[in-house]
């Protein structure tokens, strides 16, 4: 997950939510919000993001083009 | 601005561009490109009896491009010196050959269609650059339909539109219809905060939305302003109290979220704002009539050239770079050459205004011949 982290820059994550903003999935489902995946991830909760159903079952995320701390 | 013109100690040098720098602190030669602007400025008294008669309509810049001006025009009522400019590349004469109504129709005999570039050599003890800034353009963030939405403005154009000298006379419209709007959201950081684009806070944007914001209101009683933000950063002195009077005396609301995307009900021209309530961990809906893009603010343009030709540095943001951010911000590392305001890093007005003022006591310094 550090890895991750450090690859994808994550802890530039200001948190303003507009990947969950443009996530179509986010739409539809309330369980389901990039931003706190990320803020759950950089803050060290980790076992609850590896863990986490909703990610796990989902078959194809979406690639995301809005993150604006990419 | 007619204070400084009139000042007998001032020269103002409009529409010229410096073209080179050579020499040392206290002794400099700047060579200056007087653009040709096919109207003598010694003859010209600005009645404007030759944009009346000018055939063309270009978008007006000034007003954000939602009125027209003319190819021969002085960019806004208020312009220093008044003294008209033809715009080379759009008027009809210099591109075609034809019209030539200005000047048939004006009475000073001010309009010279083979005037050239002139140049101009001059000796000075140091240079101020206070080149300021452009604005972002959004179009490239299509998730916000710039562009393509009638509603979606940008703040400038939204100040234009407000403002009671503009294109609308201080009217707020939305397509289609030209009603004024109900429900209006500004969104913040448009282009900055955003590694994408442009990584650093603008500065301004916070106060002046909510500025704006205000303004809606004190025209329209029934008018909902939304502001989503990401921080608002009201720093600086009685700005956080305006930012609680703005909420508590005129109704805004602050929405603490970056939006992700606008769409638009192709009908009725209504827009969706779709964004995550970051407070209470929900992905929400707006609809609005109108939505304006609070932009980055980006250096000038052409600042790049003018740090070749001036020598001095640039940094990773375009903005010049001083010798030390906190002890001399206004130095560049060339001796003699100064920066203030915006091209130096974002502020806000009063700054400016101190930066200026400091900048011209720095060169004094040198013109005084008491350098360091």
Known sequence: ?70 | MNECNAHPNIDILSYSEVIGLVGDTGDFTARVRRKARFVNEDKCTGCGDCASKCPSKIPNEYNGNLDKRKSIYLPYPQAVPRVMTIDKERCLYLTNGKCGNCKKVCNAGAVDYDMKDSFLDINVAAVIVATGFDLFDPTSMEEYGYGKYANVLTAMEYERMICASGPTMGHLETAPGKEHPKKLAFIQCIGSRDLQHNAYCSSVCCMHAVKEAMLAREHYEDIEPYIFYTDLRAVGKGFEEYTKRAHKEYGIQYIRARPGQITEDAATKKLSIWYDDTVNRKVRKLEADMAVLCTCLVPAKGHEELSRTLNIDIDKDGFFRSIDGVTAPLDSARAGVFLAGYCQSPKDIPESVAQGSGAAARAAEVAGGKSQ
Do not use: H, W
């Open chain 1, 1 to 70: 997950m550090k890895q991750i982290i450090r690859d994808t820059k994550a802890y530039y994550c200001v948190e303003c939510g507009k990947c969950s903003g443009y996530c179509p999935v986010a739409r539809v489902n309330p369980d389901f919000l990039p931003r706190v995946i990320v803020e759950k991830s950089i803050s060290g909760f980790n076992k609850d993001v590896e863990e986490d159903k909703e990610l796990l079952s989902r078959q194809m995320i979406v690639p995301c083009v809005s993150l604006p701390q990419k």
